[in-house]
Protein backbone atom coordinates (compact mmCIF):
# COMPACT_ATOMS: atom_id res chain seq x y z
CA UNK A 1 0.00 0.00 0.00
CA UNK A 2 1.58 3.11 -0.40
CA UNK A 3 1.67 5.82 1.74
CA UNK A 4 -1.37 7.91 0.82
CA UNK A 5 -3.85 4.73 0.69
CA UNK A 6 -2.60 4.06 4.18
CA UNK A 7 -3.19 7.75 5.77
CA UNK A 8 -7.08 7.72 4.15
CA UNK A 9 -8.05 4.18 5.59
CA UNK A 10 -5.86 5.67 9.08
CA UNK A 11 -8.70 8.46 8.67
CA UNK A 12 -11.76 6.41 7.57
CA UNK A 13 -10.98 3.69 10.76
CA UNK A 14 -11.23 6.65 13.44
CA UNK A 15 -14.05 8.02 11.55
CA UNK A 16 -16.14 5.04 11.74
CA UNK A 17 -14.98 3.85 14.86
CA UNK A 18 -15.64 7.10 16.70
CA UNK A 19 -19.41 7.53 14.31
CA UNK A 20 -20.22 3.79 15.70
CA UNK A 21 -18.59 5.55 19.21
CA UNK A 22 -16.44 2.67 19.78
CA UNK A 23 -13.03 3.04 21.72
CA UNK A 24 -10.04 1.31 20.14
CA UNK A 25 -10.29 -1.31 22.67
CA UNK A 26 -13.91 -1.99 21.83
CA UNK A 27 -12.83 -2.31 18.50
CA UNK A 28 -10.21 -4.54 19.33
CA UNK A 29 -12.30 -6.59 21.16
CA UNK A 30 -15.18 -6.75 18.21
CA UNK A 31 -12.86 -7.50 15.40
CA UNK A 32 -10.34 -9.76 17.11
CA UNK A 33 -7.05 -6.96 16.29
CA UNK A 34 -4.75 -6.41 19.03
CA UNK A 35 -5.80 -2.86 20.50
CA UNK A 36 -2.17 -1.77 19.75
CA UNK A 37 -2.54 -2.53 16.34
CA UNK A 38 -5.20 -0.61 15.82
CA UNK A 39 -3.72 2.27 16.66
CA UNK A 40 -1.16 1.75 14.64
CA UNK A 41 -3.34 1.73 11.85
CA UNK A 42 -4.96 4.75 13.04
CA UNK A 43 -1.70 6.77 13.52
CA UNK A 44 0.31 9.55 11.88
CA UNK A 45 2.50 7.23 9.86
CA UNK A 46 0.46 3.43 9.76
CA UNK A 47 1.51 0.73 8.37
CA UNK A 48 0.00 -1.84 5.38
CA UNK A 49 -2.88 -3.19 6.45
CA UNK A 50 -2.99 -7.31 5.31
CA UNK A 51 -6.49 -8.36 3.66
CA UNK A 52 -6.92 -10.46 6.76
CA UNK A 53 -6.93 -7.70 8.93
CA UNK A 54 -9.45 -5.47 6.73
CA UNK A 55 -11.69 -8.00 6.38
CA UNK A 56 -11.78 -8.21 10.30
CA UNK A 57 -12.16 -4.63 10.64
CA UNK A 58 -15.32 -4.89 7.77
CA UNK A 59 -17.05 -7.26 9.95
CA UNK A 60 -16.68 -5.39 13.19
CA UNK A 61 -17.91 -2.31 11.41
CA UNK A 62 -20.71 -5.08 9.80
CA UNK A 63 -19.97 -3.69 6.36
CA UNK A 64 -18.22 -5.03 3.69
CA UNK A 65 -14.72 -4.76 3.16
CA UNK A 66 -14.95 -2.19 -0.27
CA UNK A 67 -17.12 0.07 1.90
CA UNK A 68 -14.29 -0.28 4.49
CA UNK A 69 -11.84 1.28 1.53
CA UNK A 70 -14.83 3.99 0.31
CA UNK A 71 -12.75 7.11 0.68
Not at 18 to 29: V, Y
Not at 54 to 71: Q, Y
Request: glycine share 2%; net charge positive.
Amino acid sequence: MNTAIQKKLAKRLRELRKKEGLTQEKLAELSGIDYKHIQLLESINPPAAKLDTLEKLAKAFKINPSNLLDF
